[in-house]
């Protein structure tokens, strides 16, 4: 672990994992959505150690507002 890209991807799993944890009700769906969102991370990562630094941040920053999106959802 040493690009910026391993750094970047490691603290979104982690965010990933505490806003599950703490602000959500912990549901098969949400749990889904961001298990999608970490897909994206982990190839996120490997386009970026790949030498793809564009692709990367904007895959990044998709993950990042998918999450959000999914966080912030009105209740059904």
């Keep these: 672990m040493g ?4 750094f970047l991807t490691v ?6 994992v505490i806003v599950f944890l703490v602000w959500t009700e912990r ?3 949400t749990l889904l959505h961001f298990t999608i969102s970490g897909v994206v991370l982990a190839v996120a990562n490997q386009t970026g150690n ?8 904007i895959l990044i920053a998709a993950a990042v507002a998918y999450a959000t999106v999914v966080i912030f959802r009105p209740e059904s």
């Excluded at 603290?11 to 990933?16: C, P, R």
């Excluded at 790949?50 to 941040?57: D, V």
């Design 27 to 29: 549901d098969r769906r």
């Design 11 to 16: 603290a979104g799993f982690f965010g990933l």
């Design 50 to 57: 790949a030498g793809y630094s564009a692709f990367a941040f």
């Design 3 to 6: 690009t910026l890209f391993d």
